[in-house]
């Protein structure tokens, strides 16, 4: 089967609208991009991740919807164009897209990923790179985490600087349950893993089985009525956002045992300070790593000094 890109380039006001519109009109997918990508007139969107960026389009956009071959485009722009007050339809180009072995060209791009010493993250379709190393086999999917992302890194490398058999260990927006699994392979005791999303949570217990890991997955309401509702942890680790983060001060402090450690990530090196300050009531925190303008924060309750950070003969991989 192929299909036909249809191409449109036009403002930003309409970029947005333009391409729900599409969608409505019977379009399989649209992406937007930057039409003055590659020369002066660039500019770049950016975004926390997980946050909405102030702009969903550039000045000058491009809107490429995706169509049957056999579709009528000049209809289903006609129509698009009309759902969103526009006089008459915006010029637009076409061009073919030749059928692929779309899995394979997918699979294609996710290579294994090693990190820290002796840490690789593996997808299915591949053979492991080194089979005595600590191997975590994890697809990419719908819950955050496969190594690939700076916090994630960070926060496993931590662990493995710091493994503790037999400690318990909290891993609260687990996403796709990769730093629970990281603690389970550096034997840790008890580990549990939480997160809003229902979704991340059958997806952790399914890598986790896949991992030959025991975890407990929960989400946050049934995590407090289960037996862990008044625990506290040896290790409290939380790869999320600032924003809640902060928010979440009191709750994950509380969480730490006395003498137990707290790793935050998800939190951008400018954002270090106001991450820290909330939780210095309760934890001194400090920067422990610092990867592509990331950071992972750590603090030991009970300590009475900043935590020290990594050492420069261990840098990231």
């Known amino acids: 089967m192929s299909w036909t890109e249809v191409v449109i ?61 056999d579709a009528d485009q000049a209809a289903i722009i006609a129509e698009a164009a009309a759902a969103i007050g526009l006089a008459q339809p915006p010029a637009f180009t076409t061009r073919a897209v030749a059928d692929a072995d779309w899995v394979r060209l997918t699979q294609s791009q996710f290579e294994p990923i090693h990190i820290g010493k002796n840490i690789w993250v593996v997808p299915s379709w591949h053979e492991a790179p080194d089979p005595d190393a600590l191997i975590l086999e994890v697809d990419p999917g719908l819950a955050f985490g496969t190594g690939s992302h700076p916090t994630t890194r960070l926060c496993m490398e931590w ?94 402090s509380g969480r730490v045992a006395d003498g137990g450690s707290l790793i935050l990530s998800g939190v951008l090196a400018r954002q270090a300070e106001e991450v820290a300050a909330a939780y210095a009531p309760f934890i001194k925190l400090g920067v422990w790593a610092e990867l592509d303008g990331w950071v992972a924060l750590h603090g030991q309750l009970g300590a009475a000094g900043a935590p020290p950070s990594r050492s420069s003969g261990e840098g990231s991989n």
């Open 9 to 69: 380039e036009i403002a930003r006001e309409h970029a947005e609208g333009l391409s729900d519109a599409l969608m409505e009109a019977g379009a399989l997918s649209v992406s937007v991009e930057d039409a003055d990508e590659g020369t002066d007139a660039e500019r770049p969107l950016f975004g926390e991740p997980g946050m909405v960026p102030e702009q969903a389009a550039w000045d000058h956009s491009r809107v490429v919807a995706l169509t049957d071959v």
């Open 159 to 252: 662990l493995e600087a710091h493994p503790k058999p037999g400690s318990s260990v909290l891993d609260y927006g687990c996403g796709s349950g990769i730093l629970a699994m990281v603690a389970k392979k550096l034997d840790a005791g008890a580990v549990t893993g939480v997160d809003i999303d229902e979704q991340a949570i059958e997806s952790a217990k399914l890598n986790a089985e896949r991992n030959r890991c025991e975890i407990d997955f929960f989400v946050p309401n049934d995590f407090v009525a289960s037996q862990h509702g008044s625990e506290r942890f040896d290790i409290v680790v939380a790869n999320i956002l600032s924003s809640p983060l902060k928010l979440m001060a009191p709750m994950l």
